[in-house]
Nanobody, 126 residues
Framework: QVQLVESGGGLVQAGGSLTLSCTAS????????MGWFRQADGKERELVAI???????RYGDSVKGRFTISRDNAKNTVSLIMNNLKPEDTAVYYC????????????????????WGQGTQVTVST
């Protein structure tokens, strides 16, 4: 069994920064992909950033240029540096991980991920 534990959410003013971290433990082996999705109230879960082995890093359109994902494969950790935060970034952020390689088009969709963290709230005030 794989457990994902997130940390780093909180309340920040618009224009500020936060860093989220996630560590995978248990029977992890080597993960094909790790990254972040988010879900705001009343909205579907959406891509924030995914780092997949042998694939280009992909960011959601709304976070490009502001967020940076980094991954340590040896430690099965992934971080998300979020700069210039906006109120519309307010959401619950979820760490996700997938052990097996899949087609490129599916790599960046929530349904492809069997392992999820508990979620961490990020609130950006005006």
């Amino acid at each position: 069994q794989v457990q994902l534990v997130e940390s780093g959410g909180g309340l920040v003013q618009a224009g500020g920064s936060l860093t989220l971290s996630c560590t995978a433990s248990g029977s992890t082996g080597s993960m094909y992909a790790m990254g972040w999705f988010r879900q705001a109230d009343g909205k579907e879960r959406e891509l924030v950033a995914i780092s997949a082995t042998g694939r280009p890093i992909r960011y959601g359109d709304s976070v490009k240029g502001r967020f940076t994902i980094s991954r340590d494969n040896a430690k099965n950790t992934v971080s998300l540096i979020m700069n210039n935060l906006k109120p519309e970034d307010t959401a619950v952020y979820y760490c996700a991980a997938r052990p097996g390689r899949i087609v490129l088009s599916s790599t960046y969709t929530p349904s492809a991920y069997p392992y999820w963290g508990q979620g961490t709230q990020v609130t950006v005030s005006t």
